[in-house]
């Protein structure tokens, strides 16, 4: 019902920026909550920051203070900041959308900070 279309990812070297947009398309009245995921090799998983509709934000203690996540609902739009990254950022990241009981995913971005 909700494919999500990612893009923004990259090479950055550390201390540099990045912005990660993801655009929702499909069948579904309204997205409840929206997110970015992130996996390193041999690792699980794992949630980077969160953004519900209303515009509530949960972030990764370890992104606190360098991501901004935001989204614009009538757009079915969410973006994510990344600001100071750091080598341990690298990741693929991924677009999450929560449409009631059901999640979906993005097919994932490649993101690597190295000098």
């Known amino acids: 019902q909700v494919q999500l279309v990612e893009s923004g990812g990259g090479l950055v070297q550390p201390g540099g920026s990045l912005r990660l947009s993801c655009v929702a398309s499909?069948?579904?009245?309204?997205?409840?909550?929206m997110g970015w995921y992130r996996q390193a090799p041999g690792k699980q998983r794992e949630l980077v920051a969160a953004?519900?509709?209303?515009?509530?934000?949960n972030y990764a203690d370890s992104v606190k203070g360098r991501f901004t996540i935001s989204r614009d609902s009538a757009k079915n739009t969410v973006t994510l900041q990344m600001n100071s990254l750091k080598p341990e950022d690298t990741a693929v990241y991924y677009c999450n959308a929560r449409v009631y009981y059901r999640n979906y995913w993005g097919q994932g971005t490649q993101v690597t900070v190295s000098s």
């Open positions: 499909g069948s579904f009245l309204s997205i409840n909550d």
């Open positions: 953004i519900t509709r209303g515009g509530l934000t």
